[in-house]
């Protein structure tokens, strides 16, 4: 019998020397290994507020890491090359350890701590559970921007370790998760597990004629505020890229027009690439 990745609920089961859907855990001699372990593709010293982050240490910087692969197919995805990529991706090794000794030199220079961003940082799960344990150790913050697609006990077991996070909501339909191939359902549980531990902020990316209704963004609004009103959302505006470059990008008065819907049950909403 093959293993079973529990990271995700795609619950990818790989023949022996295959990868899973996201093209990072890999069955080797009957075990699921995160091959994306230490190699990054991408490392800079960003301000929080690129996350986006607006309640967690505003004006600070947080170096940033990422690495390859994704358990998504967003086809506007903005980091493609990396998200979509694999093994054959350009990448740098970084163990643990030595990735933490980069983020501790750099808090003379206003770092906080440590982001994983970029690509899907959960699926690489080990690596930012051992990098948080060890940034934990320094007095440091960890912050993780993600998808929201993983299983309720990796994501319990990593968020003592986790300071804050920003997580995609694509829309409140499981016709919009259909989309980019994901689970609504998991990723609501996602955000409310995560509310209950550690900052939250929500991005939602509004794609024309996908996710931009009006009854969308109130339905998504009402929900988080069921959770708690002060949770941060930041209504972003599509540009064409990666598989939607014939698309048109959302119109500005859009954005602003969903962003006062969301005013109507969230203390905190923010438009966001106008």
């Not at 800079?44 to 505003?58: G, I, S, T, W």
């Not at 559970?129 to 994501?155: R, S, Y």
Request: net charge negative; aromatic share 10%.
């Amino acid at each position: 019998m093959r293993p079973v990745c529990h990271i995700c609920p795609r619950h990818c089961s790989p023949e022996e020397g295959k990868y899973g859907y996201c093209r990072a855990r890999r069955n080797e001699k009957d075990h699921i290994i995160c091959k994306n372990y230490g190699w990054l593709t991408a490392l800079a010293l960003d301000p929080v507020e690129k996350k986006p982050l607006r309640h967690f240490y505003p004006g600070r910087l947080i170096l940033s890491a990422g690495s390859y692969g994704c358990n998504l197919r967003c086809p506007f995805c903005q980091n493609h090359q990396i998200s979509m990529a694999g093994h054959e991706a350009e990448t740098m090794y970084f163990s643990p350890e030595s990735l933490v000794q980069k983020a501790v030199e750099l808090k003379k220079q206003g770092n906080i701590g440590l982001a994983y961003t970029y690509n899907e940082p959960l699926i690489g799960y080990e690596y930012v559970q051992d990098c948080a344990k060890l940034i934990q150790e320094q007095g440091m913050k960890n912050v993780v921007v993600t998808n929201g697609i993983i299983c309720a006990e990796p994501l319990q077991e990593l968020l003592p370790y986790i300071d804050a996070m920003n997580i995609d909501l694509k829309g409140f339909t499981q016709e919009n998760y259909d989309f980019v191939r994901g689970d609504l359902e998991t990723v609501k549980n996602s955000i409310a597990l995560a509310s209950q531990s550690c900052h939250v902020e929500v991005t939602a990316l509004i794609v024309p004629d996908k996710n931009d209704s009006e009854e969308n963004m109130r339905e998504l609004s009402k929900w988080l505020a069921s959770l708690r009103k002060d949770i941060p959302l930041h209504v972003t505006r599509f540009f064409p890229l990666y598989e939607m470059q014939d698309q048109p990008p959302t119109p500005i008065h859009t954005i602003y027009r969903l962003a006062e819907i969301a005013r109507e049950n969230l203390q905190y909403v923010y438009e966001g690439n106008c």
